[in-house]
């Protein structure tokens, strides 16, 4: 957004995001994106894990292709009910506690699918990974914006969908080390106790992320200035603001003057009995109304297509891909061919954050170029197509679907 949003229209927020702008970027910014970066990274690593699974829990269990599919699809459900979760606790509670139960939800209820032993269970476990999914986002998008300089929104953004592929890149390597063919059988030769479940060990595996980052948060992630200014915690937002100067230019905070938030605030509302001021009461469906008005009904349709069709190429493509390298039996291993193309996203991401740097082209130019071209490589993938198409077509995709993914995200923060 710009200073002619709603949030600036207020003179404090406005004070306040100048005083960020101030600042500048730096130890303070990289810390809450490598916090923020987390969700991205273990939804990444959950996503394609569940891709590679899927093959194995159909030769164990016998699954269907309905429950084939909606055991991976359940996940969007998940992002659904969590989305709209996370939109009313990150407006009351806060961004920070938000983050941390999206870690919480992610962590336990992955760890808890490597102890399934039937596919309503795993169907239950799976749409509760995509709750906690559901509830990050929002918050994690929220957040980067409030905390970092105006100019350099988009591309922070950017930077932490980057965590989307290095989370693959790390699910790739526990696929290597435990399962690198998908056989059901571990790498090194040994046996599990009961024939055909390493899918169990790469549950664990892809749970790690989340609590490793929960740990991190619990101790680095800051809360959002202008969250706390809203709240009427003017204290505790200096204090963030102080912190973002010591971080950035290794100043004492004792030595940082505070931003004038209550003078340009509104009159002081009342207070509990903790001191803090009241949170400003949330409707759910007077921001749906809103966005439904006619002023911004024509964006939010388009918008909503535009997230559709992103969350269904990167994370149909997470899901497809583990199967789709293994039909064609390449003569590198699955594990090895998963790796490759999850490091051949990251171009996609450099690309993206130098297009949400290019004022002249645009965030609209570049959807619709990256639109466009995503959906021509899609054609390279065909059955009929040559199989020379194919091998250049699949790895290309990812990456630009990872800029569509970005820049779709980047322009929604910023209308």
Not at 13 to 40: H, N, P, S, W, Y
Not at 172 to 200: C, P, Q, S, Y
Not at 264 to 292: M, N
Not at 380 to 394: D, F, N, S, V
């Amino acid at each position: 957004a710009d200073d002619s949003s709603a949030l600036m229209s207020d003179p404090a927020m406005a004070e306040l995001q100048a005083r960020i702008d101030k600042l500048g970027f730096g130890g303070f910014q990289l810390l809450a994106l490598i916090c923020t970066g987390g969700v991205m990274m273990s939804e990444g690593a959950e996503m394609l894990l569940m891709g590679c699974m899927t093959k194995m829990l159909d030769k164990e269990w016998g699954l269907a292709d309905f429950t084939k599919g909606f055991m991976v699809s359940v996940v969007f459900a998940g992002f659904a009910v969590g989305n709209l979760l996370s939109g009313k606790l990150g407006d009351t509670y806060g961004r920070r506690p938000t983050i941390l139960l999206s870690y919480l939800i992610m962590g336990t209820a992955g760890l808890l699918t490597a102890t399934a032993n039937c596919a309503p269970v795993m169907i239950c476990l799976r749409m509760m990974v995509g709750v906690g999914c559901g509830i990050g986002f929002p918050s994690i998008y929220t957040l980067i914006p409030e905390l970092c300089p105006t100019k350099l929104r988009g591309a922070v953004c950017a930077c932490m969908i980057g965590f989307m592929p290095l989370g693959e890149m790390y699910a790739a390597l526990g696929v290597i080390a435990i399962d690198k063919d998908l056989t059901g059988r571990t790498t090194f030769g040994a046996k599990w106790h009961v024939t055909n479940e390493t899918w169990r060990v790469l549950c664990d595996w892809g749970a790690v992320p989340a609590f490793i980052f929960l740990a991190w948060c619990l101790v680095l992630l800051p809360e959002s200035p202008f969250f706390l200014a809203k709240q009427g915690r003017h204290e505790e937002a200096n204090a963030v603001l102080a912190s973002m100067a010591y971080w950035n230019g290794g100043q004492t905070p004792e030595g940082i003057a505070p931003v004038a938030i209550p003078a340009a605030a509104p009159p002081p509302r009342p207070v509990d009995s903790s001191g803090k001021g009241e949170a400003d009461k949330f409707s759910w469906r007077e921001a749906v109304q809103r966005c439904l008005s006619g002023r911004y009904m024509e964006t939010t349709l388009v918008m909503f297509c535009a997230h559709f069709t992103k969350d269904f190429s990167v994370f149909g493509l997470s899901y497809v891909f583990p199967q789709y390298f293994k039909e064609l039996a390449f003569s590198v291993e699955v594990g090895w061919e998963i790796f490759i193309t999850a490091m051949l996203t990251l171009p996609g991401v450099f690309i993206a954050m130098g297009l949400t740097r290019w004022e002249s082209f645009g965030n609209i130019a570049a959807l619709k170029a990256s639109a466009f071209l995503a959906g021509l490589l899609c054609l390279g993938l065909l059955e009929g197509a040559p199989r020379i198409l194919h091998t250049l077509c699949a790895p290309t995709l990812k990456s630009v679907a990872m800029i569509y993914f970005i820049i779709v995200v980047t322009y929604t923060a910023e209308v």
